[in-house]
């Protein structure tokens, strides 16, 4: 498959994903049925995955939306918020939902965040881990599948905003 000139093989097919969904579901279920979390999915890349998670929770549970824009090039990864929360997070059980964590400065940034404006409990959901992420003291509680470093589209997930439309996730092939 091409996208803006590169590469892409099939990676992870729709079926995989959507059983994947469903178990994190099940055990997102388990781990909060005294509590009523709040899902927080982080826009744009986590969409498809945030409606599809959600759908299968059995859990009463709250859902906003916040999104944000690194600034590409800067070091030390500055965030700039473009859709903030709109309710408060104050005593809530918080989850955030995530496409993709790369470097985990978006999620390492949204917990400090989250953390000071009073949040019971901050944890989060991530599809897809990339390894080099392992290196950040950010844990998610939830993984749907842990993945290599290159760079992949669809299920959500773009490439210069295209592919999120892809009901499969397809990986660059280098140097395809
Ligand atoms: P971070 O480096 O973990 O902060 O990731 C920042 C954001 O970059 C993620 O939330 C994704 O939206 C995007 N991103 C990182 N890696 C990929 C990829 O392989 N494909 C598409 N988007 C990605
Ligand atoms: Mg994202």
């Given at each position: 498959?091409?996208?803006?000139?590169?590469?892409?093989?099939?990676?992870?097919?729709?079926?995989?994903?959507?059983?994947?969904?469903?178990?994190?579901a099940?055990?997102?279920?388990?781990?909060?049925?005294?509590?009523?979390?709040?899902?927080?999915?982080?826009?744009?890349?986590?969409?498809?995955?945030?409606?599809?998670?959600?759908?299968?929770?059995?859990?009463?549970?709250k859902?906003?939306?916040?999104?944000?824009?690194?600034?590409?090039?800067?070091?030390?990864?500055?965030?700039?918020?473009?859709?903030?929360?709109?309710?408060?997070?104050?005593?809530?059980?918080?989850?955030?939902?995530?496409?993709?964590?790369?470097?985990g400065?978006?999620?390492?940034?949204?917990?400090?965040?989250?953390?000071?404006?009073?949040?019971?409990?901050?944890?989060?959901?991530?599809?897809?881990?990339?390894?080099?992420?392992?290196?950040?003291p950010?844990?998610?509680?939830?993984?749907?599948?842990?993945?290599?470093?290159?760079?992949?589209?669809?299920?959500?997930?773009?490439?210069?905003?295209?592919?999120?439309?892809?009901?499969d996730?397809?990986?660059?092939?280098?140097?395809?």
């Amino acid at each position: 498959m091409k996208l803006n000139g590169l590469t892409f093989k099939k990676y992870l097919t729709a079926s995989h994903l959507k059983n994947r969904v469903k178990k994190l579901a099940e055990k997102i279920d388990l781990d909060y049925q005294k509590k009523t979390p709040l899902l927080l999915p982080v826009l744009n890349g986590s969409f498809i995955f945030a409606a599809d998670l959600i759908k299968q929770l059995k859990v009463p549970c709250k859902v906003s939306f916040v999104k944000h824009a690194s600034y590409e090039g800067t070091a030390g990864g500055q965030l700039k918020t473009i859709i903030g929360l709109n309710e408060s997070v104050f005593g809530q059980d918080v989850l955030i939902v995530e496409d993709i964590m790369d470097t985990g400065e978006t999620l390492k940034r949204v917990s400090e965040e989250l953390k000071n404006l009073g949040a019971k409990s901050v944890e989060f959901v991530v599809l897809l881990q990339k390894e080099k992420s392992k290196k950040n003291p950010i844990k998610p509680k939830y993984i749907g599948f842990e993945i290599t470093n290159e760079f992949v589209v669809g299920y959500g997930l773009d490439h210069n905003g295209l592919g999120r439309n892809f009901p499969d996730v397809y990986q660059v092939v280098p140097n395809g």
